[in-house]
Each structure stands twice: as C-alpha cells, then as structure tokens.
C-alpha cells in the first residue's frame, strides 16, 4: 500500500487533506489525475446503471435533510457502533475489532465497558444553535432517494421493476478511519434503490449482484482479487434482510467495495408512517397498492478508486534502449537519448481505457527546437478536441514516458527531427511499449480506431 500512496503524492492523484497545517487525520484530497479518475469512475457506474437501461432514473438529492428522515430511518437509534475507552492512555477503540475485550492494544490499560457511539455527523441548520435546530450530515445518499419515490412516481410514471440512483458524499464520524483512502469520515457513495414486487425480490438481489460484479470485472479488475461474500445473519444492518458485499483482495486483505442489500420495505413503511404521506405503489394491471421491496446496490467511490489503482499499478523491466527511442521509418532504432532515468524500470498504471484520466500525451523530442515544438503543440490542441490530450516538453523523452506511464496515460505521440520532413510521428503504447510510425494527419483516426469510444 506505501508504494500506492507514494504513487499517489508523487503524480497528483490523492494528497493529505490541509497538509500545510500538519494534515487532519484520515481526510484526502483528490489531485489533478485524482479527480480525473475519480469522475471516470463516476460517469462508466453512471451509463451502467442509468444511461444503459430504461429502468433507472438519476437524481442529486441534499446533504442536509429533514432530522426527522434520520429518525424514520432508524439512524439515530440503531447507527452506532460499540467503542471502548482505555482508562489509562484515553485512546478509543471500536470494540468489534479488539481480540481481548478489557485489554487496549496499545498500552495495555484496561478498557471501559462498551458503549455505544452514534456515527452521524451533527450540525445545525440556521443561526441558532440549539436542540431545535439539531440536524445530521448524511451518513449514506440512500434516504434522499426513498424520500423522493412520490415525486419519481408523479413525474415518471415508471412500471415497477424500476430504481433511481444517485452519487453524492456521506459523512461518518467512524471510530478507526483507516487504509488510506479506505475507511474516511467523508466520503462518496455511489447508490442504486431498486422498488420490485416482495415476492420477486430475492430473484432481484441475485441479478444485481451478478450485474454489478461485472461491473467491476468489465472495468479491468483481476477476477481472482474479486470475490462475493454473503452476509451472516448478526452482521447485517438494522434495515436490510439480506446482504452480499462484493470484496476486493486490498494489500491489507479482502474487504468490503459494495454491498447489495435487499431492505425489504422497511424504508417505504417507516417514511409513510412517520410524514403521513403514503409511499406506495398501484399496480393497475392488478388493481393491488403496495409497498414495493428495495434492492441496493451501494458502492463506494474511493473505494473503487483505490482498487482500481492498485489492480493496475505494475513495475516491470523496460529495454535500456528501445523504449527511450523513436522510432525512424526504416524500423531502425536512433541513437538512445540520454532519459534522466536512473535504473531500467517502470512504474505503469495499467487503468481501463475509460478510467486512464489521460488518453494520449504528445511529447517533442527536442524542446530546443521551435519548429518541432511548434508541430507537437498544433498536434496536441488538435487531439484534445476528441481525447483527454496533455502535451509536456519538460524532460528527455526517456523520463516523460516514465511520467507518462506512471499515471497510466494510454498512448504517446513523438514528434521529431523527422515528422518536420517525412509528416510522420510516432505512437507508443503505454501497456505493450510496441511503437509505430504514422502520418501526422492519420494520428486522430489512429487513435480513434484503438480508443474506440472513451467516456
Ligand atoms: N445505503 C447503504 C449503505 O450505506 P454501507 O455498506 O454502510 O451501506 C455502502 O456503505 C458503501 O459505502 C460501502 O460498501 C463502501 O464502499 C462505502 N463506505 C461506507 N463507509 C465508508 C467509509 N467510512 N469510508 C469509505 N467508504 C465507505
């Protein structure tokens, strides 16, 4: 995991959160390739559960909610885990992860009984600041889509299988935040609520664990660092029937990426009862009104992001010479430019061609050469009307293939001596290294032949 978040603050892609004043502890930042990744994650769950079918409408509800939905939820009773005290160093521990139950593991001291500790964020709304004005921070994005089924119902008039889905951030004042960008206080969900009939719910729980397990498959995750784990009867939460979370082999062990959960109507029911407003469903074939069960499917973002980054991260020997080296149109090979580079390996990003946060990256093999520099930057501004395209002339080309790869840019574009005369330059693969000779004005059908339609 070091090398991951080594990766990470070297390239842009996470930094600590207001790092300047010492950091706050477990809060991350998302950097220029970071956010890239991040919204490319964003926008392939996007087209799969709402662009692709017919079933599934988006919304972007609130953070801040009405404090009784969190009431009707059953959050501030049952959203709390169980923490205890060391009566000598005063650390806090959640107790479900303690081997020994009155021992702290770091000092020794003795441990206070368990009590429970509620994780919701508390804040309040407006200028006055008391128990009246009290309201949470959302702890997961799912209510402000049970709290809008009416209005999905008056404005869609959807058919029952159907769902909505949203992405948005979630707060937890969780006990032991950890594993980098694993376990946070804040962080973003990405969430499908899915209305069935009850008795077709158990035959939906299954289709959406397969759909959203290939999902992760689809995306380039290795199949054996993927795995499914059904929930045990004492680990499922206060609302759900049912669970099986889709987990990822991470360096610190398999854990949890996504749950799919089937809360039965627990959440329609409590609405209705707690705002009077009736949230059911009329089925006018079968003139039935009814409470439909809920399926979700509830992933994290920067859970995926971190499992995307690590399934792709390899290092691997590169040849000393070749792939510093354009190619020239005879197939052979130029003398080997100096690359700045201390040793013969890589770095790479093998990302998925929709996730990579750069497509092609066009590079002049001399920056000292205005006419060369000038070609690479009217290439460059060419291709970034189709493809997320940077142009960088800060280094020997060996070192900018290395930077390249590191952030897992999907091709590069030389130009050189040779492109002033023949019109041709050269295209590097970031996976294979091959490299071919093409002419200048053919490098956006190229690319558009090998990319195939990116997000
Ligand atoms: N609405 C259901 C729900 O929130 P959950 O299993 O508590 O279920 C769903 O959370 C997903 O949100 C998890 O699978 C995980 O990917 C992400 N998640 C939960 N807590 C997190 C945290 N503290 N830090 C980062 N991601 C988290």
């Given at each position: 995991m070091e090398k991951i978040v080594s990766l990470c603050k070297r390239r842009g892609f996470i930094f600590q959160s207001s790092e300047i004043y010492g950091g706050l502890s477990n809060t991350w930042d998302y950097g220029p390739f970071g956010v890239e990744l991040k919204n490319n994650v964003k926008r392939s769950w996007w087209k799969s559960?709402?662009?692709?079918?017919?079933?599934i409408f988006g919304i972007d509800a609130a953070?801040?909610?009405?404090?009784k939905v969190w009431e009707a939820s059953g959050h501030v009773e049952n959203f709390y885990d169980l923490k205890s005290d060391c009566k000598s160093c005063r650390k806090r521990h959640k107790?479900?992860?303690?081997?020994?139950?009155?021992?702290?593991?770091?000092?020794?001291g003795q441990l206070t009984e368990a009590r429970p500790f509620n994780l919701m964020y508390k804040t309040h709304h407006g200028p006055v600041e008391d128990a009246g004005n009290l309201i949470y921070l959302r702890p997961e994005t799912a209510q402000g889509m049970f709290v809008n089924f009416l209005n999905i119902l008056d404005t869609k008039h959807p058919k029952l299988p159907f769902g909505m889905a949203q992405i948005g951030k979630a707060f937890r004042n969780e006990i032991t935040p950890g594993n980098f960008t694993f376990r946070t206080r804040e962080f973003e969900q990405m969430e499908v609520e899915y209305f069935v009939r009850p008795d077709e719910a158990d035959k939906m729980l299954e289709e959406w664990i397969e759909y959203r397990f290939k999902w992760y498959l689809g995306l380039g995750l290795k199949k054996e660092n993927l795995r499914k784990r059904p929930h045990s009867k004492d680990e499922l939460?206060?609302?759900?029937?049912s669970c099986t979370d889709i987990e990822y082999n991470f360096p610190f062990g398999w854990s949890e990426l996504e749950g799919i959960a089937n809360r039965t109507d627990f959440d329609l029911r409590q609405h209705s009862n707690a705002s009077g407003k009736e949230l059911k469903y009329f089925d006018d074939a079968t003139k039935e009104k009814f409470y439909p069960y809920i399926i979700e499917p509830s992933g994290g973002v920067d859970r995926s992001v971190l499992a995307f980054l690590t399934d792709a991260y390899f290092e691997e020997k590169v040849h000393p010479v070749r792939d510093r080296t354009p190619k020239v149109p005879d197939g052979c090979l130029r003398q080997p430019v100096?690359?700045?580079?201390?040793?013969?390996m890589r770095v790479v990003l093998k990302l998925d061609k929709d996730l990579a946060p750069v497509k092609v990256a066009v590079l002049p093999?001399?920056?000292?050469?205005p006419e060369i520099v000038e070609l690479a930057k009217k290439l460059a501004a060419d291709l970034k009307k189709c493809f997320i395209t940077v142009y960088d002339d800060t280094g020997a080309i060996g070192k900018l293939y290395r930077r390249q790869d590191e952030v897992g840019t999907l091709f590069c574009v030389t130009v050189d001596v040779q492109s002033l005369e023949d019109k041709q330059v050269t295209v590097r693969d970031r996976d294979t290294m091959q490299q071919e000779r093409i002419g200048i004005d053919s490098t956006k059908k190229y690319l558009t032949e090998k990319l195939g339609t990116v997000l």
């Open positions: 559960v709402v662009y692709e079918r017919d079933d953070i801040l909610m009405h404090p107790t479900a992860d303690l081997k020994d139950k009155n021992k702290c593991p770091e000092c020794g939460a206060h609302y759900a029937k100096s690359n700045g580079v201390k040793d013969d093999l001399l920056r000292n050469r």
